[in-house]
Nanobody, 124 residues
């Protein structure tokens, strides 16, 4: 199973980026998939998830600015990031698992499969 994240880059504050995460060796359709991020010197934290039903969840810090979506036919996860802020600067990871506990979906330990990370840098 491989998750390949891409789409990161350098952008000015207020700008937009769209991240992608393509899966191989695994069918996303059965999974809960999401994005986490890790800033330098900090722990990896929850950003957003999308369930099999299409229901989405966001951290308070990105709600209203980021949009998570999935294309199961393409086995790909997306994160549209708008109104970016310098504090959004981090390495962004995609994650997948077939059966995370709902109340624990915000935890890194709930996901067995991870992408390699894509760097997002927002300049002020």
């Amino acid at each position: 199973v491989q998750l390949q994240a891409s789409g990161g880059g350098l952008v000015q504050a207020g700008g937009s980026l769209k991240l992608s995460c393509a899966a191989s060796g695994r069918t996303f359709r059965r999974d809960v998939v999401g994005w986490f991020r890790q800033a330098p010197g900090k722990e990896r934290v929850f950003v957003a998830t999308i369930w099999r039903s299409g229901k989405t969840y966001y951290s308070d810090s990105v709600k209203g600015r980021f949009t998570i979506s999935r294309d199961d036919a393409k086995n790909t996860l997306y994160l549209q990031m708008d109104s970016l802020k310098p504090e959004d600067t981090a390495l962004y990871y995609c994650a997948a698992d077939s059966s995370p506990i709902f109340s624990a979906q915000f935890r890194v330990s709930s996901y067995r499969y991870w992408g390699q990370g894509t760097q997002v840098t927002v300049s002020s």
